[in-house]
């Protein structure tokens, strides 16, 4: 069993960027996040790969979030720029045991931290 924390959510200006951060507690070979805003289901946001860091991110998202991880501390990060209104979420961290990043899923789930942008 494998328990996500994450933290790094908050209240922030539409242009503002925020870093979200996920610790596992254990040694999974994909991580990635989540999003499910009020009313919606939960959406693929990004993934990354544990072994070579290659990663998968959602075109809404493409070239405002990146993803990344530090394997030696077991967490992955996600750092959002330009942060639009519509990026309001509740910001789930997950892992997954296959190495499949395109077709992600999630063994794990972390708690989820909230992220809202205001305009």
């Known amino acids: 069993q494998v328990t996500l924390v994450e933290s790094g959510g908050g209240l922030v200006q539409a242009g503002g960027s925020l870093r979200l951060s996920c610790a596992a507690s254990g040694r999974t070979l994909t991580m990635g996040w989540f999003r499910q805003s009020l009313g919606e289901e939960r959406e693929f946001v990004a993934a990354?790969?544990?072994?070579?860091?290659?990663?998968n991110t959602a075109d809404s998202v493409k070239g405002r979030f990146t993803i990344s991880r530090d394997n030696a501390k077991n967490t992955v990060y996600l750092q959002m720029n330009n942060l639009k209104p519509e990026d309001t979420a509740v910001y789930y961290c997950a892992a997954s045991l296959s190495p499949i990043i395109y077709v992600f899923r999630a063994d794990y789930w972390g708690q989820g931290t909230q992220v809202t942008v205001s305009s």
């Open positions: 990354i790969r544990r072994s070579d860091g290659v990663t």
